[in-house]
């Protein structure tokens, strides 16, 4: 069975800290796909990054950097100099191939304080 | 634009009516899926569709029923046999490739029960 386990359920932050959001996934397959995604106070899901298991590189993209380690099952998720906009809840998600539904963590809310 | 469009956005519902809520997209993606959100948890697979007139089971399946007519809809009706439906409802879909399989989702609709 797949697993994603997201153990901070809230973090704030005072504006232009650093912050790491951690993600400990669980699964058999030897090919899989995590996921993270952000979901504003709007409550649409917004895609940030596919990793396959596959790639260990990590990533950066902006003042958005994420850290695949499968040694420790972690996609950790990094936010540099966080702004308030970055206020929102994040998940971190897993599935086997391209067409099957994802398993998602129970998310973690990031509150940036001005 | 492509994307996904649900209806509505609220949806009031008194008990023992069932009630329709509508998924659409134009991405050209075969894969749909429902997902049920409630506060503080992470997103929860109702049902899937890898293709047309199929779909399966999530592990919450009990009280809802959906369809699978047309490529580009997806329709999750909630029954009275739901015994709590109050949460918010998630629309995704997704291409069958290896290279982009990450999920679009919709806006959401939200349900309460009266």
């Known amino acids: 069975a797949q697993k994603v386990t997201q153990a901070q359920t809230e973090i704030s932050v005072v504006e232009k800290e650093d912050v790491t959001l951690d993600c400990v996934y669980e699964t058999r397959d030897t090919t899989y796909y995590l996921f993270w995604y952000k979901q504003p106070p709007s409550g649409e899901l917004v895609f940030l990054i596919r990793?396959?298991?596959?790639?260990?590189q990590n990533e950066i993209s902006g003042r958005y950097s994420w850290n695949f380690q499968k040694s420790t099952s972690s996609f950790n998720f990094t936010i540099t100099a966080s702004q308030v906009v970055d206020s929102a809840v994040y998940f971190c998600?897993?599935?086997?191939?391209?067409?099957?539904?994802?398993?998602f963590g129970k998310g973690t809310r990031l509150s940036v304080i001005a | 634009d492509g994307g996904i469009t649900q209806s509505p956005k609220y949806l009031f519902r008194k008990e023992g009516q069932n009630v329709t809520l509508s998924c659409e997209q134009n991405?050209?993606?075969?894969?749909m899926y429902w997902y049920r959100q409630d506060p503080g948890q992470g997103l929860r697979l109702i049902y899937y569709s890898q293709i047309v007139n199929d779909f399966q089971k999530g592990d919450i399946a009990e009280g809802y029923s959906v369809s699978r007519e047309k490529k580009e809809s997806f329709p999750l009706t909630v029954t009275s046999a739901q015994k709590n439906p109050t949460a918010f409802y998630l629309c995704?879909?997704?291409?069958?490739?290896?290279?982009?399989?990450?999920?679009?989702f919709g806006p959401g609709t939200r349900l309460t029960v009266l």
């Open positions: 991405l050209n993606h075969d894969a």
């Open positions: 998600a897993l599935s086997h191939s391209g067409n099957t539904p994802l398993v």
């Open positions: 995704a879909s997704s291409s069958t490739g290896m290279a982009d399989n990450e999920q679009f």
């Open positions: 990793r396959n298991s596959f790639d260990e």
